[in-house]
């Protein structure tokens, strides 16, 4: 399994519908375990899950702000919880984004479909340094945005 690293701007910009531009299936709904968007002077995400048809419509807006964001992809229900990247193997997730300190995409994906879709989108919209990293060669062993930015934030306390 490989996840898709690279960089975005730190600017206002419909950012989610760049990097999930044609990832766009009747059946899919999304849900948010983190996150922290702004849209104007408000959040722009008001709930946890969403269908295709809503999701679409939000991340379409003209320009809003991605602090971090931790959102996945799914066609069937799941109620597991996804920490590691085992987790994820074993769950009927997709596609598993996190966006870190503004600028910092990770990208997990089963499905080689998506996989060549986000990479076309990378392309596209020019995003920087971008990496393929093997899932044996991965920093990250917990798959929540707050787990490292609280991890920095105690680091720069000490």
């Known amino acids: 399994m490989i996840k898709l690293s690279f960089k975005i701007k730190n600017d206002y910009d419909n950012i989610l519908k760049q990097i999930l531009e044609n990832i766009n299936q009747e059946d899919f709904f999304w849900?948010?375990?983190?996150?922290?968007?702004?849209y104007q002077d408000d959040f722009l995400f008001k709930k946890s899950k969403y269908n295709n048809e809503e999701f679409q419509k939000i991340i379409s807006k003209d320009k809003y702000y991605?602090?971090?964001i931790n959102l996945k992809l799914y066609k069937e229900e799941d109620n597991k919880e996804i920490k590691t990247y085992q987790d994820f193997l074993e769950s009927k997730c997709l596609l598993l984004l996190?966006?870190?300190?503004?600028i910092f995409v990770e990208i997990y994906v089963k499905?080689?479909?998506l996989k060549r879709q986000i990479m076309n989108n990378v392309k596209k919209y020019h995003f920087q340094d971008v990496e393929e990293i093997d899932i044996k060669d991965d920093f990250r062993k917990i798959l929540k945005v707050s787990?490292?930015?609280n991890k920095k934030v105690n680091e720069i306390l000490k």
């Open 147 to 149: 787990y490292y930015q």
């Open 66 to 68: 991605t602090v971090f």
């Open 98 to 102: 996190l966006i870190t300190d503004n």
């Open 31 to 38: 849900i948010l375990d983190e996150d922290e968007v702004y």
């Open 111 to 113: 499905d080689l479909s």
